[in-house]
């Protein structure tokens, strides 16, 4: 890791990430942690991390789904308490599960090509498990 991706990473996680997990609050009505695997995003170029803002809008709108009543945020509050979020190298590797209240969510954001799930691929597959 660089200066360039060093700096990108301090902005992300002074800036960007405190804004989408109080957005994500308002949305679910309750804090969701947000957990980065940041050496997996770092390990390259900022190319990755200059794709986790794709990533945060996606998660909003899989979240907006949910949440729009009352049943969709209780149900997720019980369910989800953290989302961990690992960038992988291999698109064959993307995966979303849940590991008790963790969603767990691989994406590939290094190299020529994006992978990942859009809201609703995400929202469909957590409405699934809750």
């Not at 994500?24 to 390259?44: C, R, S």
């Not at 986790?52 to 509050?77: H, N, P, Q, R, Y």
């Amino acid at each position: 890791m660089g200066l360039a991706e060093k700096r990108l990473a301090q902005e992300i996680q002074n800036d960007k990430l405190p804004a989408f997990e109080s957005q994500i609050k308002e949305i679910a009505g309750y804090d969701i942690k947000v957990d980065i695997d940041w050496n997996t995003f770092t390990a390259y170029d900022s190319y990755p991390l200059s794709r986790l803002d794709i990533v945060f809008s996606d998660l909003t709108g899989c979240l907006k789904k949910i949440c729009v009543d009352d049943m969709g945020k209780e149900a997720l509050k019980e369910k989800m308490s953290t989302i961990k979020l690992t960038n992988i190298e291999n698109a064959d590797d993307i995966a979303m599960e849940f590991n008790g209240d963790v969603f767990d969510l691989k994406v590939k954001l290094v190299g020529d090509s994006f992978s990942a799930y859009s809201d609703s691929q995400l929202a469909s597959y957590v409405e699934s498990q809750l």
